[in-house]
């Protein structure tokens, strides 16, 4: 009898053992918690890309040099509008949703927007909080509602600012019903001088393009794709240039240099194939 409860404590004691042996697998932390930036699939790149033509087009009525789209600030503006949506939130800040009880939606603050695009837009300067709006379905109706704002419309037209991002997203979400969510961010990174093809037009169907290269140099040379590099000439902002006729997307480089200084920058645009 002894010997029989023995063997049954220890069969109790192995499988307490098993059971403790047995790994957790907690849920994996929330791409949407805390002030971060964590890459999100474009929802709808075409309009995106539509309301950086605007912009720039708005800011030739001025004068201004038109802004470069640039991968960090794509990526800041395209995560805060999927946050947004997620949290069920409206707001320039970095918000989470904290344990919201039946009825009610209790988010917290918790990051500036400065802050949050700062951490990612590494070596750069923000010009200053996102823009954003909701509930638009168009890119000019966004423009017009930011131009209409005296705050915002100096963000636009900013003279600091060289780069620029755009993010969009749109969707059911928990708190606030369906949203059109839209955010651009703006900025400059030091030592890095854009070349912007067309005002950052989306597609062209002509050779001829117009190119605006940032920064004050002694000369600039050009190539499109991999191809040879153009002769030295003086350097100017602003650049007529000849794209390769190859329907895709095409490539222009420009090299930089003032004595010992050198700087190369390129930019691209879809080329559609000329009209007949």
């Given at each position: 009898m002894f010997g029989k409860a023995l063997k049954l404590s220890s069969v109790i004691a192995l499988l307490l053992g098993l059971v403790a042996s047995v790994p957790s697998y907690a849920q994996p932390p929330s791409p949407f918690d805390g002030c971060n930036v964590v890459p999100q699939p474009a929802m709808n790149e075409p309009l995106e890309g539509r309301l950086v033509e605007l912009i720039n087009a708005h800011r030739a009525t001025r004068r201004l040099p038109p802004l470069k789209l640039v991968t960090p600030l794509n990526e800041t503006a395209r995560y805060h509008a999927y946050d947004m949506l997620n949290d069920s939130y409206f707001g320039t800040d970095t918000q989470d949703?904290?344990?919201?009880?039946?009825?009610?939606?209790?988010?917290?603050?918790?990051?500036?927007?400065?802050?949050?695009?700062?951490?990612?837009?590494r070596g750069g300067t923000v010009a200053g909080p996102s823009l954003i709006a909701r509930d638009l379905s168009t890119a000019e109706e966004v423009l017009n509602l930011w131009l209409s704002n005296p705050a915002t419309r100096r963000l636009i037209e900013s003279t600091s600012a060289r780069e620029i991002g755009v993010g969009y997203a749109e969707g059911q979400s928990e708190f606030e019903g369906y949203m059109r969510l839209w955010v651009t961010d703006l900025g400059a990174r030091r030592n890095v001088n854009p070349i912007v093809i067309n005002r950052e037009q989306q597609q062209t169907n002509q050779t001829q393009v117009e190119l605006y290269i940032y920064g004050r140099w002694a000369q600039v040379r050009l190539r499109n794709d991999e191809g040879e590099w153009s002769n030295w000439?003086?350097?100017?902002?602003?650049?007529?240039?000849?794209?390769?006729?190859?329907?895709?997307?095409r490539q222009v480089c420009a090299e930089?240099?003032?004595?010992s200084r050198r700087e190369t920058t390129c930019d691209t645009i879809q080329f559609v194939g000329a009209t007949s």
């Open positions: 949703l904290l344990e919201p009880s039946p009825g009610t939606v209790l988010v917290g603050v918790i990051c500036s927007s400065i802050e949050r695009v700062s951490k990612h837009y000439q003086a350097f100017k902002n602003t650049l007529s240039w000849q794209i390769s006729a190859v329907p895709g997307v930089l240099r003032s004595g």
